[in-house]
């Protein structure tokens, strides 16, 4: 029998990239949850899960994870993959409420759900933010917790309440901490996004600070990878792991990368560094190589190519 997997901002970046990789195996079905926030625009999140419209294990319902009748609407379901969110460091320092509500209320009312349905997996997507400004890298996973944003508080906060229902209830709770993730569909408020698209059509690019930060990219293929593995997980019941790739590129090692990839220079618009932004991220994988068999193999000229190709593909000719 297939596993039923809710995937929670399924309609997202990194949940849609989950989705294909989920269907493709045959193994599981998928009950996608998302409202289309407006974060950024709907009609993006509408062509990320476009694909799967025909696909006879996959059934999407439009709906908030902090409305108890949407939740109360869904298929039954083996194993939740909680990835909704209001994402983003710097809006959170505007509307610190908001992600307080969605990013934390949300979870709670999720959590509530796994429990009242008696469904015992529940995998969520916690941030590298939640390390801040902790100098010590790279960082692993019992190391000091210094964050300065609003976001990556609730997703520390998150992380603290599914220790409350894993200890209460003995719904297994694994909190995936991802560093940058990078790659086909990526939200376009995110630096790679933003800079193939300034790039790529001569705009300027903003650059925060001296160019100096450095961060621990991603590939999402890597990441969906580490997530289906936390799926089949069962040999304990709380886990915080970073899903990194244990490599870091500065700020302007990065533009000089999407350069080669676009074949084109950027003109910089030189900003001052914003508040809430770490000053680096970097990732100890060792946990999430041992208990999840995580082995991250995409490399940034690759990972970057892949994105240029979709980036050209879905939204050069029709942009959203
Ligand atoms: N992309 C990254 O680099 C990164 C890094 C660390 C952590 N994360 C976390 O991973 C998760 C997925 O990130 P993403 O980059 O795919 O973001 P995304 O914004 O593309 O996806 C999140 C989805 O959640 C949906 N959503 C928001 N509020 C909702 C609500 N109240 N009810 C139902 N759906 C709601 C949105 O419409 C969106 O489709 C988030 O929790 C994010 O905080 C992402």
């Known amino acids: 029998m297939k596993k039923r ?29 998302d409202n289309f926030d407006a974060f950024y625009p709907r009609a ?13 294990n996959f059934r999407f319902y ?31 320092i505007k509307d610190p409420i908001l992600y307080q509500d969605v990013n934390v209320g949300g979870t709670q009312n999720l ?28 960082w692993s996973e019992d ?20 220790h409350v229902y894993s200890h209460l209830y003995g719904i297994r ?22 800079f193939f698209r300034a790039i790529s059509s001569g705009q300027p690019i ?16 890597d990441t969906v990878r580490g997530i289906e593995a936390a799926i089949l997980y069962e040999s304990s019941d709380f886990e915080v792991i970073n899903l990194g790739n244990h490599r870091t590129i500065t700020l302007e090692g990065l533009i000089e990368a999407i350069e080669e990839s676009c074949g084109k220079k ?11 932004d770490v000053p680096q991220t970097y990732a100890d994988i060792a946990k999430a190589r041992k208990i999840l068999q995580y082995s991250p193999s995409t490399d940034l000229k690759t990972g970057l190519d892949n994105f240029y190709s979709w980036y050209r593909q879905t939204q050069e000719q029709d942009p959203l």
């Open 266 to 276: 950027a003109i910089i618009d030189r900003q001052p560094e914003q508040p809430g």
């Open 5 to 33: 997997i809710l995937i929670t901002g399924a309609a997202g970046f990194i949940g849609s990239n989950l989705i294909h990789k989920l269907l493709k195996t045959g193994c599981y079905c998928v009950i996608g949850l």
């Open 62 to 92: 439009e709906g908030d994870i902090r409305n108890r009748a949407d939740l109360d609407a869904l298929d039954d379901i083996d194993v939740i993959v909680h990835l909704a969110a209001k994402a983003g460091v710097r809006p959170s």
């Open 173 to 194: 709770f694994l909190a995936l901490r991802f560093f940058t993730v990078y790659g086909p569909g990526q939200r376009p408020d995110l630096a790679i996004h933003k």
């Open 143 to 162: 190391d000091k917790l210094m964050p300065i944003s609003p976001y990556a508080s609730t997703k520390l906060s998150c992380e603290m309440l599914g």
């Open 44 to 56: 993006a999140k509408e062509q990320n899960i476009a694909p799967f419209a025909e696909d006879k």
């Open 206 to 221: 903003p650059v925060f600070g001296d160019g100096s930060t450095s961060r621990d990219y991603t590939y999402v293929e």
């Open 111 to 138: 959590l509530e759900f796994a429990r009242r349905r008696g469904i015992k997996q529940f995998v969520f997507a916690s941030s590298s933010s939640v390390y801040g400004i902790n100098a010590h890298v790279p």
